[in-house]
């Protein structure tokens, strides 16, 4: 197989179909009379689905969910065409928390049952669901009446375009944090709002999450405890006390990385032989953009495949050959399939070391037995 096309495939603005419409980010360029633009997008509507049925969340809280429960969140918008067509719309989305039973639930009063309704998953949203947050997208461990204020709560602020930035809390430990990543650490003890940058953050990274999004601005709306908290930075490697009080864990776990800002989105094929002739299928990023990605990809991407599954994960000077499965015997097209792999990603990391110039290591990762290094080139990992 051919490898060059993996390295430098080409990007591809995301798209979406609703209602059968073919739609770009506000942002993007109009190039056919067949794709449309969002324009005036109401306020959203929000429905908390408790027990097969539906509680209006009220206008302050829309934004904050949490990872426990699953909502119904409607919006009315324009469309509009390179021919200034315009189409009025509507769109339902159904998400669900990672940690939500699943199930179905009614519709909203008032909604036709034409209006097509889209179901999402928590970490794997498309961009239009954070487009038409106004506020952004605040998502928490649990349920809302579980939910303590008094607590420490530490956010991965994700999105590489200010519109679709949005914080998801994670475990409050040392282990949680990247070094491409930024954070917010919620400490009610400190009355403090703490912004964690990683060393490989970079300063526009910093300022769109700081100074243009102001997350905390919603939180202090959102909890009356909150609203004269203060606001602080501070960068990995120079924490505070009260910081690293708050985020236990050992240092090995996330040891300070370079200073040194990482300009380069990951990469992940799935290598299977699925119709017949072995092919090296990229994953796609629902929120890519011509911007850097410090984190497209999941680790349920891995672990949802068909097992013994395949993956390539290129992470610039590190490619990882993921194996579902250790000592596979007995399934002849496994074991045709990773002599293909393994040949594959040999080739892929003599072209890659050719075309930056920079020493490349080719990784064999085992599931259940992933080192540090892989985890961390994704945005949360918990161990299976």
């Known amino acids: 197989m051919d490898v060059t096309g993996m390295l430098f495939s080409e990007y591809r603005e995301p798209t979406l179909s609703v209602n059968f419409q073919k739609v770009v980010r506000p942002s993007s360029t109009i190039r056919d009379s067949f794709t449309y633009k969002i324009e005036k997008p109401s306020d959203p509507i929000c429905w908390k689905i408790a027990d097969g049925k539906l509680l209006e969340v009220p206008q302050r809280n829309i934004g904050i969910l949490f990872d426990s429960e699953s909502y119904i969140i409607q919006w009315a918008f324009d469309l509009r065409s390179e021919d200034q067509l315009l189409l009025n719309e509507q769109l339902v989305y159904h998400w669900t928390g990672q940690n939500a039973k699943k199930g179905a639930s009614p519709l909203p009063p008032g909604i036709d049952e034409s209006v097509p309704v889209e179901r999402v998953v928590q970490w794997s949203e498309p961009f239009l669901f954070f487009q038409n947050f106004v506020r952004g997208v605040f998502t928490f461990i649990g349920c809302d009446e579980d939910f303590d204020e008094n607590a420490c709560h530490l956010m991965l602020i994700r999105g590489e375009i200010v519109q679709e930035i949005h ?161 596979v015997i007995n399934d002849a097209d496994y074991t045709r399939d990773l002599a293909s792999a393994e040949e594959l990603a040999e080739k892929y990391v003599t072209l890659k070391h050719q075309t930056i110039d920079e020493k490349v290591a080719l990784h064999h990762v085992f599931a259940g037995e992933e080192p540090i290094g892989f985890k961390n080139a994704f945005p949360f990992w918990q161990d299976k």
């Not at 970079?202 to 999450?209: D, M, T, Y």
């Not at 905390?216 to 490697?237: C, D, M, P, S």
């Not at 120079?238 to 380069?264: C, H, M, Q, W, Y």
């Open 167 to 327: 914080l998801y809390e994670v475990p409050c430990e040392r282990a949680s944090l990247r070094s491409r990543a930024s954070f917010m650490l919620i400490l009610p003890g400190e009355k403090s709002f703490i912004y964690w940058h990683g060393t490989q953050t970079s300063l526009e990274h910093r300022k769109n999450i700081v100074a243009v999004l102001q997350p905390e601005k919603v939180l202090r709306k959102w909890k009356h405890n909150w609203a004269g908290f203060n606001v602080t930075e501070i960068e990995q490697g120079v924490e505070t006390e009260a910081f690293l009080s708050a985020v236990p864990g050992d240092e090995r776990r996330n040891p300070p990385s370079e200073r040194k800002i990482a300009d380069f989105s990951s990469k992940l094929f799935y290598l299977n032989s699925i119709t017949g002739t072995f092919l090296a299928t990229e994953v796609e990023y629902s929120l890519r953009s011509a911007n850097v990605a410090p984190f497209p990809f999941l680790q349920s991407h891995l672990y949802t495949a068909l097992q013994p599954a395949l993956f390539l994960l290129d992470n610039h000077t590190d490619i990882w050959l993921w194996k579902g499965q250790k000592n």
